[in-house]
């Protein structure tokens, strides 16, 4: 799985955040494709709203509303993207 570090910064100085699983899984749901798409097609408003989700998943107070979310970004930028295998599950010989 491919994971992101974003700088944003919505006015209140910059915060690094990583993206999480969670708000893969809710960008997915929301632009109704795959994860393994994202890397040939994504867009600022796919880079905002993957720092959104995961802001809220870290508890980082941001706006209740997307769009007002967008709004208050001053910088946005990727810092570093890297694979993270996931682990497989046990066998029954384990």
Same mark, same amino acid.
């Given at each position: 799985?491919?994971?992101l570090t974003i700088n944003v ?5 910059? !915060?690094?955040?990583? !993206? !999480?699983?969670? #708000?893969?899984?809710?960008? %997915?749901? $929301? ?6 798409? #994202? ?5 600022? %408003? ?5 720092? /959104? *989700?995961?802001?809220? #998943?870290?508890?980082?107070v941001v706006p209740a509303v997307?769009?007002? /979310?967008?709004? $208050? ?9 890297? *694979?993270?295998? !996931? ?8």
């Open positions: 799985m491919k994971l910064d919505i006015g209140d100085g910059p !915060t690094s955040i990583d !993206t !999480t699983l969670w #708000a893969w899984v809710q960008w %997915e749901r $929301k632009y109704k494709t795959k994860a393994s798409k #994202a890397s040939s097609d994504m867009g600022f %408003e796919d880079l905002a709203y993957l720092a /959104y *989700e995961s802001s809220r #998943a870290m508890k980082i997307f769009d007002d /979310y967008i709004k $208050k970004i001053v910088h946005l930028e990727v810092v570093s993207s890297e *694979e993270r295998p !996931t682990q497989e599950a046990p066998d029954d010989d384990s």
